[in-house]
């Protein structure tokens, strides 16, 4: 079993700013990736911010110059820095780590519950 504990959610102002965490526990034998996805209402679940054990980073186009994603490797957490928040932000953002498994060694997926991130204009 796995568990993400996703926290840092919240309503923010327009032009603020939030800070995600998400920190990943259980049967984990390494962590190969962790990162944010959001899904606004309507809207399909989109590509935030990922990083790799190598801290290789990927964004969506959408927040690029604004978001910061982050680990620390001995707390199997991932930190999600989000300056210049506007309206269209607004969404539940979900957790996703990578990992391979100590039961059988695959690599698997795990998403977190979500948390919800509001911007008011």
């Known amino acids: 079993q796995v568990q993400l504990v996703e926290s840092g959610g919240g309503l923010v102002q327009a032009g603020g700013s939030l800070r995600l965490s998400c920190a990943a526990s259980g049967s984990i034998f390494s962590i190969n990736a962790m990162g944010w996805y959001r899904q606004a209402p309507g809207k399909q679940r989109e590509l935030v911010a990922t990083i790799t054990s190598g801290d290789t980073t990927n964004y969506g186009d959408s927040v690029k110059g604004r978001f910061t994603v982050s680990r620390d490797n001995a707390k199997n957490t991932v930190l999600l820095q989000m300056n210049s928040l506007q309206p269209e932000d607004t969404a539940v953002y979900y957790c996703?780590?990578?990992?391979?498994?100590?039961?059988?060694?695959?690599?698997?997926?795990?998403w977190g519950q979500g948390t919800q991130v509001t911007v008011s204009s």
């Open positions: 996703k780590v990578e990992y391979f498994s100590t039961i059988d060694y695959y690599l698997r997926d795990y």
